[in-house]
């Protein structure tokens, strides 16, 4: 279970960055960051853990404690972005955009992998950080909710692709769903699946 242990031995003001949607052939790429309190009600602090292990509905029930008692803030880079800078760069403006939107700068960031961005302060890359340090695991679970909720809302918007299920991941039917309606606005296009579906349709047309 992530713990505070880094968080503590840093010394500043700390805040967390996860990310989620580097994967998914359509939809943003979101980031989240947050400063934990100095004491988080018991529930929170033992039930936060990396979003990727926990369900749809705990990672709901987390995200709305974590909103009530921590501060924090969001980032995105658009279906735009991501095609113009590729996934990595624009994960880390999302990350960048999510440290800026907080309500009090920090002193410190730890990101979640082996790369972090530019901040106007120190940061720290930790490997599975959402897996070691709370407050990465307290992002990730922000992040991932706030994605998917996106998505989820789409998807009546963009019948016919399945994103209520897979929120933009490359599932069957949202292949089959691409092969059989092209691609929306929200559809990365430079992304190998939707590119190569794109020229196949070209060479169905020539």
């Given amino acids: 279970m992530p713990d505070r242990r880094l ?22 790429v979101v980031a989240a960051a947050v400063i934990l ?10 039930g936060i853990d990396d979003s990727k292990k926990l369900t749809r509905e705990r990672r709901e029930e987390l995200f709305a404690g974590i909103r009530e008692c921590c501060s924090f803030g969001v980032g995105e880079a658009s279906v735009a972005e991501i095609d113009r800078l ?13 440290v800026m939107a907080l ?3 920090p002193g410190h960031v730890i990101v979640d992998g082996n790369h972090a961005p530019k901040f106007a302060c120190a940061a720290t890359a930790v490997v599975e950080g959402d897996a070691r ?7 990730s679970i ?19 692709y399945g994103w209520e299920n897979n929120v933009g991941y490359g599932t069957a039917e949202h292949l089959a ?20 579906l794109e020229l196949a349709f070209v060479d169905a047309a020539e």
Avoid: W, Y
């Avoid at 309190?37 to 033992?46: K, Q, T, V, Y």
């Fill in 7 to 28: 968080e503590k031995t840093l010394g500043a003001l700390v805040c967390g960055v996860d990310e989620a949607g580097r994967g998914p052939l359509a939809g943003p």
């Fill in 37 to 46: 309190p100095a004491r988080l009600p018991r529930g929170l602090s033992s």
């Fill in 86 to 98: 590729n996934i990595f760069h624009a994960a880390m403006l999302a990350m960048q955009r999510a």
């Fill in 103 to 105: 309500p009090a700068a």
């Fill in 133 to 139: 340090c709370l407050s990465v695991a307290a992002a």
């Fill in 142 to 160: 922000i992040a991932k909710v706030t994605r998917d909720r996106f998505m989820i809302a789409r998807a009546a918007e963009f019948p016919g």
């Fill in 177 to 196: 769903g691409l092969k059989r309606l092209g691609r929306t606005p929200l559809h990365r296009a430079h992304f190998a699946p939707v590119a190569q």
